[in-house]
T-cell receptor, first 116, second 110 residues
Framework: EAQVTQNPRYLITVTGKKLTVTCSQN?????MSWYRQDPGLGLRQIYY???????DKGDVPEGYKVSRKEKRNFPLILESPSPNQTSLYFC???????????????FGEGSRLTVL | GENVEQHPSTLSVQEGDSAVIKCTYS??????FPWYKQELGKGPQLIID?????GEKKDQRIAVTLNKTAKHFSLHITETQPEDSAVYFC?????????FGTGTRLTIIP
């Protein structure tokens, strides 16, 4: 089954304790992206990657890191989490398309993170 | 960067009536406008999209219209059904960046 898999789905942690949210897709997609969803703010892009070893900042990259060493994986790293990073996080992937836009995004089920 | 505004934030309609959600965007270079539906506890799913060289697109009960001059686009759902209840997001794509609106919670009243 074609899917984007995120882990963990739920996590409660404390300020400053490094954590990684993994994301894996089995559709051989080139494009991957991380979003955070907050009430009243919609989905905001954190980082995106157009291919292996190619990552770029989205609109809210502060406090996050990513890496793209393999095509299928795009982990999100919070080196020193703070309470304002409490949010619902979504990973998404897309095949590259001509026309200069992202095309259809396929989203994971989300990871709800609470930082105390 | 791109800025997308979406209205209304909540919308309740009687089953069988139509629902309209509107979005505006700021950057005239944006060229792709998808709409996503998010059901409770799940990730968003694409329901319809439109490219900047097209004014209207329809897929069964849903349709999207785009006015490039005014920089706004709208989602129309006709003959609404209970399963249409969800949060809907519009978005605008400027190259590889996709910017979402703030979402509309649509409730269908039986």
């Amino acid at each position: 089954e074609a899917q984007v898999t995120q882990n963990p789905r739920y996590l409660i942690t404390v300020t400053g304790k490094k954590l990684t949210v993994t994301c894996s897709q089995n559709m051989n997609h080139e494009y991957m992206s991380w979003y955070r969803q907050d009430p009243g703010l919609g989905l905001r892009q954190i980082y995106y990657s157009m291919n292996v070893e190619a990552t770029d900042k989205g609109d809210v990259p502060e406090g996050y890191k990513v890496s793209r060493k393999e095509k299928r994986n795009f982990p999100l790293i919070l080196e020193s989490p703070s309470p304002n990073q409490t949010s619902l996080y979504f990973c998404a992937s897309s095949p590259r398309r001509s026309g200069g836009h992202t095309g259809e995004l396929f989203f994971g089920e989300g990871s709800r993170l609470t930082v105390l | 960067g791109e800025n997308v505004e979406q209205h209304p934030s909540t919308l309740s309609v009687q089953e069988g009536d139509s629902a309209v959600i509107k979005c505006t965007y700021s950057d005239s270079a944006s060229n792709y406008f998808p709409w996503y539906k998010q059901e409770l506890g799940k990730g968003p799913q694409l329901i319809i999209d439109i490219r900047s060289n097209v004014g209207e697109k329809k897929d069964q009960r849903i349709a999207v219209t785009l006015n490039k001059t005014a920089k706004h686009f709208s989602l129309h759902i006709t003959e609404t059904q209970p399963e249409d209840s969800a949060v809907y997001f519009c978005a605008a794509s400027l190259g590889e960046k996709l910017t979402f609106g703030t979402g509309t919670r649509l409730t269908i009243i039986p």
